[in-house]
């Protein structure tokens, strides 16, 4: 599986952004996805999951009301709506795809993951 995520960028705060990351060579349709971020000096942290039928998602509690995660298993792909962007939220942002078919909040559950895409918050 590879994965291509992009829709990242820089942006002012309070300001939104559309994450999206495209999963080929096999459907991921049966797995459940989700987001990561590392920021910079800090360790890799979970963002947001999806199960793989997109009915439960799991976002970190710091984030909840301001991050969407979603997915479009026609379209093999995950998404990540940011809004009410904060600096505090400058990281790459990792989307992966887990072994397993429910929303995972930990890293070792996933098996595949994506290059990575830059979101920069200014203030």
């Known amino acids: 599986v590879q994965l291509q995520a992009y829709g990242g960028g820089s942006v002012q705060a309070g300001g939104s952004l559309r994450l999206s990351c495209a999963a080929s060579g096999r459907t991921v349709s049966n797995y459940g996805m989700g987001w990561f971020r590392q920021a910079p000096g800090k360790e890799r942290e979970f963002v947001a999951a999806i199960n793989w039928s997109g009915t439960n998602t799991v976002i970190v509690d710091s984030l909840k009301g301001r991050f969407t995660i979603s997915r479009d298993n026609a379209k093999n792909t995950v998404y990540l709506q940011m809004d009410s962007l904060e600096p505090e939220d400058t990281a790459v942002y990792y989307c992966?795809?887990?072994?397993?078919?429910?929303?995972?909040?930990?890293?070792?559950?996933?098996?595949?993951w994506g290059q990575g895409t830059h979101v920069t918050v200014s203030s």
């Open positions: 992966a795809v887990s072994g397993y078919s429910y929303a995972s909040k930990r890293g070792e559950t996933y098996a595949f």
